[in-house]
């Protein structure tokens, strides 16, 4: 207890800062007024879509930085979407710290409470929560009497939409969380534990990315809200299952996994089959079925074929 205790000050530091940021964020936000600069062709492409130049480089198509400042910029001006990430922003901190807070009451030492299963799902229960809930908001309109503009301009033969919620998701969620958890563990654990831990951590949270976006065709916020089918139930099933599995299953074997580096190899057949599904589902996807749409059709059980006209 007496290595816990000497956390404190540290983690009672962080969030000062935490809360300083915010404030700093929550000012400029609603009080400083920035002109709106007119686009031209003397300011750098990364400048006039509002992407840094770290992230114009990963973005490779004008399609996909174009697409990225317009998600940016809905969830920071959108209040509805705002108020849904917050939520689950919310419920993720929630199950967090209950998560160490189980950790710490089970351990002896900050060492042994580090390689406990509770404090290991951490990392996996902010990535689970965060990109699931990020998937939910892309299918929230934000303005559907303005998406012909996007009908207009965009080629429904494009297939983009997928890769750029990817992008979107992998950059908002994977570096904080990447970067906080191998300097925490390597400063606990060694070099070896933290990058092991923080490899699997990043694999699966892009494999569950893959996951979560097979066939996706929508440029996030311009498209109808999804119809209820018959299999959204079992779509709703499948997400408390993952979760189980992601963020509880994962870090049980990878407590034990941690000890002797070597049973980590057990991880990798897992991880191929998570690829190799998706992949697949993506490659099977017939033609008319990977276009761009902007509105949701019911599935028809009954075709007319209309032989009188």
């Not at 000012?27 to 600069?37: D, M, P, S, T």
């Not at 190799?276 to 028809?300: C, G, Q, V, W």
């Amino acid at each position: 207890m007496l290595e816990l205790a000497k956390l404190t000050f540290p983690l009672l530091g962080g969030v000062l800062v935490l809360a300083f940021c915010a404030y700093v964020a929550g000012y400029r936000r609603h009080f400083v007024r920035i002109a709106e600069l007119t686009e031209t062709a003397s300011i750098p492409r990364h400048r006039r879509s509002g992407v840094s130049p770290l992230f114009s480089r990963l973005l490779r198509s004008p399609f996909q930085i174009a697409g990225f400042s317009f998600v940016w910029k809905t969830l920071r001006r959108s209040e509805s979407h705002r108020l849904v990430m917050t939520a689950v922003a919310g419920l993720a901190l929630v199950l967090s710290s209950q998560a160490l807070m189980n950790a710490v009451e089970n351990a002896s030492s900050a060492r042994e409470a580090a390689l406990s299963s509770e404090a290991l799902s951490i990392p996996f229960i902010l990535t689970f929560l965060l990109i699931a809930g990020l998937r939910v908001v892309f299918e929230i309109p934000v303005e559907l009497r303005a998406n012909w503009v996007f009908q207009l301009m965009l080629d429904p033969d494009q297939r983009e939409c997928e890769r750029l919620a990817r992008n979107v998701i992998l950059i908002f969620v994977l570096p904080w969380v990447a970067v906080i958890t191998f300097l925490l563990y390597a400063y606990l654990e060694g070099l070896i534990v933290a990058s092991l831990h923080t490899l699997v951590v990043v694999t699966w949270a892009v494999l569950l990315t893959n996951i979560l976006l097979v066939r996706f065709r929508k440029l996030p916020f311009t498209c109808t809200l999804p119809l209820f089918q018959q299999h959204s139930i079992v779509i709703l099933l499948s997400f408390g299952f993952g979760f189980l599995v992601y963020a509880l299953s994962t870090p049980e074997f990878e407590s034990g996994a941690l000890q002797q580096p070597l049973r980590m190899i057990g991880l990798i057949p897992v991880a191929m089959a998570a690829w190799l599904i998706p992949y697949y589902l993506a490659k099977s996807t017939p033609e008319m079925d990977s276009k761009m749409i902007f509105e949701e059709f019911p599935n028809r059980t009954i075709e007319l074929l209309q032989l009188g006209d």
